[in-house]
């Protein structure tokens, strides 16, 4: 057993060690943002921030494909504004990948570069979530109510990381109520941090 000390010695380390990039990725109402939030504040991390809900927020009207290319680049400014300050864990409210996808299942397209841009990167986890364990919620930007159009989603995000294994060390897939997906996912980041264990926040 590891004494508070031991772990709290094995955390700094894991502090000095090189910068660790995690997505959590998924279809609507998986607990991204939320689990993000969580995550950060357990590990003391930053969260690189999902851009396209400031994005529609300030929009007033549907988007279209022409918006994809500039919430994918501010999304992406972010993420590399985000790296280059080398935080010990740098948590990514999803990446690129949910831009690309999102403009295909809109819209039957997605810019070149998007796909092109994110195969040439490489993360050390990804977390992809699952559509059920979570009720589906509305909140004006959502669109995919149905189980079966969030689960073809997620397995079009699963289908992508598994023809591009190079682009993430790992692959998770996360299931369960919010409670056991923050444990899963602490659980994995522990491992990858070499970070002292704590007990789960409470629900949303």
Request: with cysteine.
């Amino acid at each position: 057993m590891v004494d508070g000390h031991g772990a709290k010695h094995r955390f700094a380390i894991a502090q000095g060690r090189a910068m660790k990039v995690v997505v959590l990725t998924g279809p609507e109402s998986a607990g991204k943002s939320t689990l993000c939030s969580a995550l950060a504040q357990r590990f003391q991390a930053p969260v690189v921030r999902e851009y396209v809900r400031e994005y529609m927020h300030g929009l007033g009207r549907e988007t279209c494909l022409a918006d994809v290319t500039p919430i994918a680049q501010v999304q992406w400014q972010r993420e590399q504004a985000a790296r280059a300050l080398r935080p010990p864990l740098l948590l990514l409210d999803t990446h690129l990948l949910s831009n690309h996808q999102w403009s295909l299942a809109l819209f039957g397209h997605s810019p070149a570069w998007i796909a092109q841009t994110l195969a040439q990167q490489h993360y050390d986890a990804v977390f992809l979530l699952s559509p059920e364990g979570l009720a589906w919620q509305a909140d004006g930007l959502r669109c995919q109510p149905k189980v079966s159009e969030r689960w073809a989603f997620h397995d079009a995000l699963h289908h992508w990381l598994a023809t591009h294994p190079h682009t993430s060390s790992t692959t998770t897939l996360v299931t369960g109520d919010w409670q056991q997906r923050y444990q899963q996912i602490e659980a994995a980041l522990i491992t990858l941090l070499a970070a002292p264990a704590r007990p789960a926040p409470s629900t949303r």
